[in-house]
T-cell receptor, first 114, second 111 residues
Framework: EPEVTQTPSHQVTQMGQEVILRCVPISNHLYFYWYRQILGQKVEFLVSFYNNEISEKSEIFDDQFSVERPDGSNFTLKIRSTKLEDSAMYFC????????????FGNGTRLTVT | DAKTTQPTSMDCAEGRAANLPCNHSTISGNEYVYWYRQIHSQGPQYIIHGLKNNETNEMASLIITEDRKSSTLILPHATLRDTAVYYCIVRPLSGNTPLVFGKGTRLSVIA
């Protein structure tokens, strides 16, 4: 069964550094998402992306964040200057073009900012 | 904010049916009910979804009340691997409306 894959599984970075989290959505999916989950807290929506542009973003997704689909398969989340509070699990998700198509999630990247 | 209410936690004996309730009294006519689960710190896993009819797949059954204000997810024969946090989410009929997660129900399956 096709799945969403995310790399790396764990990323450690120093405060102030840029990080890029990578995702390969399911191949025929059209809608892409990033979520994050701080340890012990809820899964929070960050941003959705369709047709090469952002569809919706939350208050968390400020100017430090950006997303890109650089080619036909990858979907990336960039954090320009990481802060300690960016430490979290980051999940990528995708879904198809049917209106009730469920989102499918990857297993996440654990980002640790030191 | 999540539009659903779920119990914080539940226990279920291994091999028995696990029945997880969810209230969504303000659900709109164009909103589906989705169920996901999260095992430890893995990514949320899709289980099942429905609009108004009961649904069944290889993982679970979804029973939606006639007034659509509540639903129950049924795992017919719970195993230890079903221990997870289960999320009930309502989502409009739309291609890219994001899911909004609440706190879910922590289901513990006990041997």
């Amino acid at each position: 069964e096709p799945e969403v894959t995310q790399t790396p599984s764990h990323q450690v970075t120093q405060m102030g550094q840029e990080v890029i989290l990578r995702c390969v959505p399911i191949s025929n999916h059209l809608y892409f998402y990033w979520y994050r989950q701080i340890l012990g807290q809820k899964v929070e929506f960050l941003v959705s992306f369709y047709n090469n542009e952002i569809s919706e973003k939350s208050e968390i997704f400020d100017d430090q964040f950006s997303v890109e689909r650089p080619d036909g398969s990858n979907f990336t989340l960039k954090i320009r200057s990481t802060k300690l509070e960016d430490s979290a699990m980051y999940f990528c998700a995708s879904n198809g073009d049917r209106s009730n198509s469920p989102l499918h999630f990857g297993n996440g990247t654990r980002l640790t900012v030191t | 904010d999540a539009k659903t209410t779920q119990p914080t936690s539940m226990d279920c004996a291994e091999g028995r049916a696990a029945n997880l309730p969810c209230n969504h009294s303000t659900i709109s006519g164009n909103e589906y009910v989705y169920w996901y689960r999260q095992i430890h710190s893995q990514g949320p896993q899709y289980i099942i979804h429905g609009l108004k009819n009961n649904e069944t797949n290889e993982m679970a059954s979804l029973i939606i009340t006639e007034d659509r204000k509540s639903s129950t997810l049924i795992l017919p024969h719970a195993t230890l691997r079903d221990t997870a946090v289960y999320y009930c989410i309502v989502r409009p009929l739309s291609g890219n409306t994001p899911l909004v997660f609440g706190k879910g129900t922590r289901l513990s399956v006990i041997a």
